[in-house]
């Protein structure tokens, strides 16, 4: 059995990851049940937020992480809302890029998002992640 800090630990490296990486992460975490998923994200954050929510949905559908029930929907949107709270205070009203990673190890979903933040020639670097539990 897993615990949070465990899927937690997943779902960042797959936000931290490279595509080649990501693949490789995958693979192996499904021989361990574990369920991941990813999608790049960028623009203005807070022109983005409903976009970043529907993106880590559809990530999580298409790659098997929840199905498609309400309840599930629920616990990835309020992951992701809860991890976009965590870095909106740094990314307010800039241009960021980066990526969402999800995992989902038995009763426990994790939402990671890391950012670069665009700011003239200094890029500032935030990460944050939500966490919900579902019934197996």
């Known amino acids: 059995m897993y615990s949070s800090i465990d899927i937690s630990k997943e779902a960042i490296k797959m936000a931290i990851s ?33 976009k970043i929510v529907e993106r880590a949905l559809v990530a999580s559908k298409r790659s098997g992480v929840i199905k498609d029930t309400h309840v599930e929907d629920g616990a990835i949107a309020g992951a992701t809302r809860d991890a976009i709270s965590q870095v909106s205070g740094r990314a ?45």
Request: proline share 0%.
């Open 18 to 50: 490279s595509r080649e990486e990501e693949k490789e992460y995958e693979r192996t975490l499904k021989d361990k049940g574990i369920k991941v998923a990813a999608v790049d994200i960028g623009g203005s954050l807070n022109e983005s937020i409903l």
């Open 92 to 136: 307010n009203n800039l241009n960021v890029g980066g990526k969402i990673g999800i995992a989902r190890g038995g009763e426990h979903i994790c939402v990671a998002i890391f950012l670069s933040i665009g700011l003239l020639h200094l890029n500032e670097v935030v990460i944050g992640l939500g966490h919900r539990s579902l019934q197996e």
